[in-house]
């Protein structure tokens, strides 16, 4: 859906900011925090955490870059919330509170905005999120929405990217590419997934692909080693067979370079019992999980493994 | 400063994504978080709060609208975190840390974004603040920096801004009006002054003015209250006459309608002592003080007072 208007009545300036406000507040519905800590206030206030570390995430959507006129308003909204709590279980965390900052041209069609605030709070409330302040500001042309989301630590633990070491096992969930087919919209973020790896000491270390596994795994990787990939065990998504049918690459690359998976990857220590380790995350996910390598020591031969440096991942502000 | 260049060789383009964000956390110096908790995980992980109410506030600056090619680099960095300063400051709260989502046109100038970065650290270690994460998205063509600033209460309360009643003094710090000469990015955000008064058990509601008095003033007027307040009491800027002398309106419309003031606005009680009130402020701070009127029941007469409908505040997304 385009979001935009040219009849003036139809449009965001025609409701003018305080009564925009009131409509998206009753538009996000259960998802806004109870008086008097809602909505409209300086700040918003939330309740002081459990002593445990906070999580705190910031992700947009920008028309034109994250979604565009082939995708409705709904689902532009649940990608913005999508993608930032992503990130939240990529630390093994619990979302909790999300704050919004529009950047909104005054042509936007209230039918866009109501489209886009109704799926935010109904995928807010879905994720026990409370959608708990925000600001508008107007723009000349561009239309964003800035999503900060904070969350808690599940445990005492808190994944993050360090901590991976020669021999350890590397897992993706999921299957990977071809996310621009639909799934960059509708995925489901792993939360149930990464608490629990949170709570196994056996995992190292945690991150979410966004930018294709052969870009976002040098993350992972600590000076000294390097990634050695098998390449028939990379679970290759039926979308990127579909994209390499029609543009000639292979389903392999798509896999690899394609950003916008939104699946966890994570290294476990080498000496794990992978077998139960396996069964512990299939007793309680249908989510699939799949091995698809080890951490070497550069320089250590693991026999035939995919060359990564032939496959880049999306480049952010790439080209001059 | 003109944000922008024509030599690709001195955009951000020509940088990159990963070497930005290098160079962006070298530019943010002290302002950063420690690893491993620093910029460039998939979460930023902020330490347990002390049990107290945490505060969270979004504003950005978007090229355009809230700085231009006047207005050098480091001036709109400070105006992008004194925004939000400001708005922990209206809760009496403290301010802890901050994220940031750009939205960034690869043709921004490298030179740009080093002032950008070099003077948001610098306030922010100024004020306490750690930069602890962020997010860069590339746009067409709007730049523009959403910060997410969270704080924490300074102890037991939280000042909102409800709570106001009939009798009531109304106050505001500093002096109004004519703020687009200077003060809407030079202004102090009024913290110490903000712990304080969220410190007094006399002080009802506080908030900052971002819009103009006479518009902001509506929120901390309850139904069925109007505040009256004496034109002869306000504390009219300097700038403001500057202003009038100019464009033929009056001081005293600029200082009820001009914006981002980033002043105190608060209420207290009728029955206190208003002298030792008074003194209290002035021992601890030189910000002036001023008492501008007071809550009155509609239809309630106070003798001669403004009729503040007659003037309006910033309007945001105004007109059709």
């Known amino acids: 859906m385009n979001p935009f208007t040219t009849d003036p009545a139809q449009s965001v300036a025609a409701l003018g900011e305080r009564r925009l406000i009131a409509h998206l507040r009753a538009w996000l519905g259960k998802a806004t925090s109870p008086a008097p800590f809602g909505i409209g206030d300086d700040c918003a206030v939330l309740p002081a955490s459990r002593s445990r570390h906070l999580l705190v995430t910031t992700d947009p959507v920008i028309y034109g870059r994250h979604f565009d006129d082939a995708i409705s308003p709904a689902a532009a909204a649940e990608k913005l919330l999508k993608r930032n709590l992503s990130d939240i279980a990529a630390m093994g965390g619990v979302p909790r509170s999300a704050v ?122 600590p000076a000294g080693l390097r990634p050695a990939l098998t390449a028939a065990a990379l679970p290759v998504s039926r979308a990127a067979r579909t994209l390499a049918s029609r543009d000639g690459r292979t389903a392999l690359d798509h896999a690899l370079s394609d950003g916008e998976d939104f699946e966890l990857l994570f290294a476990i220590a080498g000496r794990t019992d992978r077998p139960a380790f396996e069964r512990g995350w299939r007793t309680r996910f249908s989510t699939p999980l799949t091995c698809i390598g080890r951490f070497a020591r550069t320089g250590e031969s693991l026999g035939e493994t995919l060359p990564l440096e032939r496959y880049h991942g999306y480049e952010h502000l790439a080209g001059a």
């Open 100 to 221: 919004v900052s529009l950047a909104l041209p005054r042509r936007v069609s209230i039918a866009w905005i109501r489209g886009f605030y109704r799926a935010l709070g109904r995928c807010a409330v879905r994720h026990g999120v409370t959608i708990a302040g925000g600001d508008i500001a107007e723009s000349a042309d561009m239309l964003g929405a800035f999503l900060t989301l904070l969350g808690e630590a599940s445990g005492p633990r808190v994944l993050t990217r360090q901590g991976a070491r020669a021999g350890d096992w590397l897992y993706v969930s999921g299957a990977l590419g071809g996310s621009i087919l639909g799934k960059h919209c509708r995925f489901t973020p792993r939360l149930a997934e990464g608490r629990w790896l949170a709570s196994r000491r056996e995992v190292r270390c945690l991150m979410d692909l966004s930018d294709g596994l052969a870009k976002d795994l040098l993350e992972l990787t």
